[in-house]
Structure formats: structure tokens, C-alpha cells
């Protein structure tokens, strides 16, 4: 029998060049026919012209666009896949017209604000994709007549802050302790900062919002509806279109507010404090937020041997002697004194909880910081039960054994217990003692590292079961985690988005199903994690704007063809 092989082999050499040679043409066609497209539908008055906020793979500006938001290093590398094209819109107009022009091309369109979605879905695609990237739209507009803050998409929650600061010592916002976390993914993902006892997450702060739907239309709260409203404030901008921008009320902060940072091992008695922090923490003062991270570290007291330190870091509403009185009271175990206090003002504390040194002036709060990545992974859990003494000491057991994985325990109550589950697609509210981030980095590139710490991470969540909400075990959307759900958009990405959806909005999720499927029927709005269609919209298995198949399935799939029917 004649051997088919030498004829074979050509044929697949030649499809190989191919691809690789499409692959680059197709970047620069999608580019003619993506910016002929944004001159036809964009009316800007904007005086930049529109090829130069397209970016090509050919651009020699493109990497360093793409790279400059990237915060997970796990994404950042020569195997992620990257988008054909990066779109950095400077008015209203090119988001609109971006999203129309996508659509036509039948490119995916992934959305990104600040680039610190844990899981980097605002910047790879298994798909072929474009990103529409935020960041020349953060103008933000503080007025204090009125009590609000107008922020766009791309701002950063630390030029949010600073611009708050310029206009009154005694406004702040409840917002995230990372200065460079963009308002958009941060807000419409329920996002929330020091102060949630007092004022709840910054979604319940939210008075109006812009955003561009799948009609490339412009709409505000008034023309979307209350019911797309609700869903973009914790239900994730980008299942429902492309958040603008947001209106924020502001709330007050006393000229002085206290901070302090007290660490104790388990050599120091740390378990007992940990015991009384379940208590005390989502129970006291509501302007009293004590965050305590646990991790495991070497000891000083038995060399060799590995330990557990805590480190209850937190901020007050007050001065520091009212601080000491209440928690002399409330936790003798922390043993509190007026020496471990710093008084300062809110700006100052915004960042002190950055890890900026005392003393540094409130502008550092502008820098952005790109190219600023780690290799890192986060899950997250709710506590609703306190875990006992001996569930405390095997868990440190359990963490000592790992190696390198820390929790960190956010407390709830106060204000966050008096607002309904359903009054934002953020569910977890009265009932939750406290919310856990599963928090790792390391710097070592090579994939042995990153499989070492990933398993970690996931053996200790597997660990934490017994301990945290059952049915559904829930989680937190910011910190996005891949490893609770994908949704791949086929015949089942009902099914698929319900895995995840209920952990993340437990009850609200056929709301926000009700809500994606009336507004974006189609589901142009997706990503591998967001609101599916409701099944019975017949919009499901059609869904994805470009049926084609991605070129690397279509690669194997014309070689298995090949060999088989030759």
C-alpha cells in the first residue's frame, strides 16, 4: 500500500505557514476594516484621529498598551492569547461606535477599566477579540454643593480620592484600598473598601451611571431602566455593556480618623484573638473596620519551625482615645494601646492603607503605576458561623503544612446587615460574619512554580469547607476565580452560567438573567464568566457573534481531515 504520508506532510507544513501568516493578515484587515468602520459611525468632535487610538499586533506601540493594565503576571505571557486589535477610546462617541463596528466584524469585545480583574478576562479570549481599553476616559467631576462625584470607567479609585481631597477635608468615598483599581470594573462588580460598616460597598452609593449598550446607544438611568440599573451596580459591567461612567454620592469623614496595624504569632497567643475577633469585629462600632490577615511565616521563637502570624490592620471613624476605650472593652485580648495608633486624616489613611510611607503627599495618588504586575491567584468564601478552637488550630496546621498561602478575613455588619440581599445584585449581606480572600504572589516565572501555588490555593479552599456558607457556597465577584465556573457559551451556557452565577449573586441571579436577556438578547456582552441568556430566549446557542471556529481548532481539524480521507 502506497504510504500517504509524504503527501501529508507538505500539505500540513503548507497550512501551518499559513496560519501564521493569516494570523498576522488577519490583524491588519480587521484593523482597515474596524477603523473604516469607527470614521463611518463615530461623530466625535474630538480632534484625535481615529487610527490612532487602533492598535494593530504590528504597531509598535501595541505591547506596551496591552501591558501597561495588565496586573496578573499569569497573563503575561508569550502563550496568553492576545486581542487582533486594542481600542483606547477618548469620548463617548468611539465607545459607541467601537461597539457597533465589533458587532459587525463579529469580534468579541473584552472591556478593561483597570486591569485588575484577578482571572484577566478584561484581556484574553480563547476567542479571537478586541479590548476596548478605558483609560483616557477618567475625567471626574467632584461637587460638593450637590454631594456627588461624576467618575469615569477609566479613572482609578486614587484619582477619585485625590480629586475628592481637593474639594473637601470632610468627603471620602467607600471605596477599595488599591489606589490603582479602576472605577469601572470596581463599582459594577460591588466593590468595597474600609468604611462598608459605616456606608455599606460602593454600590450602594451609586445615584446615576452612563453606559453604551449592545445598540450603541448612549443611556443614562432615566432612558436604561431601574432594572439595568440594578444590574450594573454588582452585577458586572461587562455582561450588560460598557459602564461610561458612574455617579457617586459622597459621604462624610471626621477631620481625624485612627489606624493602627498589631500583629501577633501563635507563640503570642494569636488564636485567642482571632476567637474574639469573630465576635467583636462584624458586631462593634460601625465606624470600626478591623481586616486581619493570617499567614504562615518562620518563627522567631522555635527556629526551623513555622508559625501562623495575624496582623489585624484597621481604621476608625474617630480619635485615637475614643479607639483604645472601646476595644479596652470590647477585645482586652488585642491589648490595644494609644501607642500602636496613628491619628491622621482620611487622605493620609487612604494611603497609609496603599503601604505608601507617612508622610507622603496625597498626589502619589495619581501615579498609575502600569507595568505593575505580580504572578498571583485569589478565591474568596463567606463565614456565617464562628469557627471554633479547634477548627482554628487545624486550620494552622493545615497552613503551616502548605507553605505559602494567606486568608485574609474582612469583616461585615453595621450598615451591611440593615441593607436588603436583593437591593443590589450583591447578595451577601445580613447573616455573613465575614468574608475571606484567598491571597497568594509569588515571582517565579517557570509553570512548576505557578502549579505549586495554585494547587495551594485550592487545597486550602478545599480545606476551608467544612467552615464557610453551604448551598450555594458563595463567593465575591471582584475576586474573580475561573476555578468556581467557566462558561463556554455553547448549548449549555444556561446551565454553565448558573454554576457560577449562584455563588456569586446566590438569589438575584434570575434577575440578572431577566435583565442580560432583555437588554443584550444576543449575548454580544460576554466573557467567561458572565450572565448567560435565559435558555427560552432562543438567543443562547446562537450567541456567539462569530461562529467561526478559532483557528487553531480549525488548524487540527483540517489535518485530522487530511489524514483521514486522504
Known amino acids: 500500500m502506497r504510504s500517504t504520508m509524504p503527501r501529508i506532510l507538505p500539505l500540513a507544513v503548507l497550512f501551518v505557514v499559513f496560519y501564521v501568516s493569516a494570523s498576522w493578515a488577519a490583524s491588519g484587515s480587521v484593523y482597515d476594516n474596524f477603523v473604516q468602520c469607527l470614521n463611518t459611525k463615530a461623530n466625535s468632535s474630538s480632534s484625535t484621529p481615529l487610527a490612532n487610538i487602533v492598535f494593530a499586533q504590528n504597531n509598535p506601540s501595541y505591547t506596551s498598551v496591552l501591558r501597561a493594565y495588565i496586573r496578573n503576571s499569569r497573563f503575561n505571557k508569550t502563550s496568553t492569547p492576545k486581542p487582533v486589535l486594542i481600542v483606547t477610546p477618548s469620548a463617548e462617541s468611539h465607545v459607541q461606535a467601537s461597539v457597533l463596528c465589533a458587532k459587525q466584524l463579529g469580534i468579541q469585545l473584552k472591556i478593561r477599566s483597570g486591569g485588575h480583574d484577578y482571572e484577566g478576562v478584561s484581556y484574553w479570549s480563547d476567542q479571537t477579540f478586541i479590548v476596548l481599553d478605558m483609560f483616557n476616559l477618567r475625567s471626574i467631576t467632584v461637587d460638593i454643593k450637590d454631594g456627588s462625584v461624576w467618575a469615569q470607567a477609566g479613572a482609578t479609585l486614587g484619582e477619585m480620592y485625590y480629586r475628592i481631597w481637593e474639594k473637601s477635608k470632610l468627603h471620602g468615598f467607600p471605596a477599595g484600598v488599591c489606589e490603582t483599581v479602576g472605577v469601572g470594573g470596581h463599582i459594577s462588580g460591588g466593590g468595597y473598601g474600609n468604611m462598608l460598616r459605616k456606608y455599606g460597598l460602593a454600590v450602594d452609593n451609586v445615584i446615576d451611571a452612563q453606559i453604551v449598550d449592545v445598540q450603541g446607544r448612549l443611556l443614562d438611568r432615566k432612558s436604561m431602566g431601574e ?277 456569586y449573586f446566590n438569589d438575584n441571579f434570575d434577575r440578572l438573567l431577566k435583565v442580560k436577556t432583555a437588554v443584550d438578547p444576543e449575548n454580544f456582552f460576554r466573557n467567561e464568566q458572565s450572565i448567560p441568556t435565559l435558555p427560552n430566549g432562543n438567543s443562547d446557542v446562537n450567541s456567539r457573534s462569530s461562529s467561526t471556529l478559532p483557528m487553531g481548532k480549525l488548524f487540527v481539524l483540517l489535518i485530522c481531515l487530511l489524514i483521514g480521507g486522504w
Open 227 to 503: 432594572d439595568l440599573f440594578w444590574a450594573i451596580k454588582g452585577g458586572g459591567g461587562g455582561s450588560f455593556g460598557v459602564i461610561i461612567s458612574y455617579k457617586l454620592k459622597l459621604v462624610s469623614v471626621p477631620e481625624i480618623v485612627t489606624v493602627f496595624r498589631v500583629e501577633r504569632t501563635l507563640e503570642e497567643n494569636a488564636t485567642a484573638v482571632v476567637l474574639k475577633w469573630q465576635e467583636v469585629a462584624p458586631t462593634t462600632d460601625d465606624g470600626l473596620f478591623m481586616r486581619m490577615l493570617l499567614q504562615p511565616v518562620t518563627s522567631k521563637v522555635k527556629k526551623g519551625e513555622k508559625t501562623v502570624r495575624i496582623s489585624i490592620l484597621a481604621e476608625f471613624l474617630g480619635n485615637a482615645d475614643q479607639l483604645v476605650l472601646l476595644l479596652g472593652k470590647e477585645f482586652p485580648e488585642l491589648g490595644l494601646k494609644k501607642e500602636n495608633c496613628m491619628e491622621m486624616s482620611w487622605i493620609d489613611s487612604v494611603l497609609w492603607w496603599a503601604n505608601f510611607d507617612n508622610g507622603t503627599k496625597p498626589e502619589a495618588l495619581l501615579n498609575r503605576n502600569p507595568n505593575d504586575a505580580n504572578f498571583l491567584k485569589r478565591k474568596s468564601d463567606y463565614v456565617q458561623t464562628p469557627i471554633s478552637k479547634d477548627g482554628l488550630e487545624w486550620l494552622w496546621k493545615k497552613m503551616i503544612e502548605l507553605g505559602k498561602t494567606g486568608l485574609v478575613f474582612n469583616p461585615y455588619g453595621g450598615k451591611m446587615s440593615q441593607i436588603p440581599a436583593s437591593e443590589t445584585p450583591f447578595p451577601h449581606r445580613a447573616g455573613n460574619l465575614f468574608k475571606i480572600q484567598y491571597s497568594v504572589n509569588w515571582e517565579d516565572a517557570g509553570e512548576d512554580s505557578e502549579k505549586n501555588y495554585l494547587t495551594q490555593s485550592r487545597r486550602l479552599y478545599s480545606y476551608m469547607t467544612p467552615f464557610v456558607s453551604k448551598n450555594p457556597r458563595s463567593a465575591f465577584l471582584n475576586y474573580r476565580d475561573l476555578d468556581i465556573g467557566v462558561n463556554t457559551f455553547g448549548d449549555n451556557s444556561y446551565e454553565e452560567g448558573k454554576v457560577y452565577g449562584l455563588k
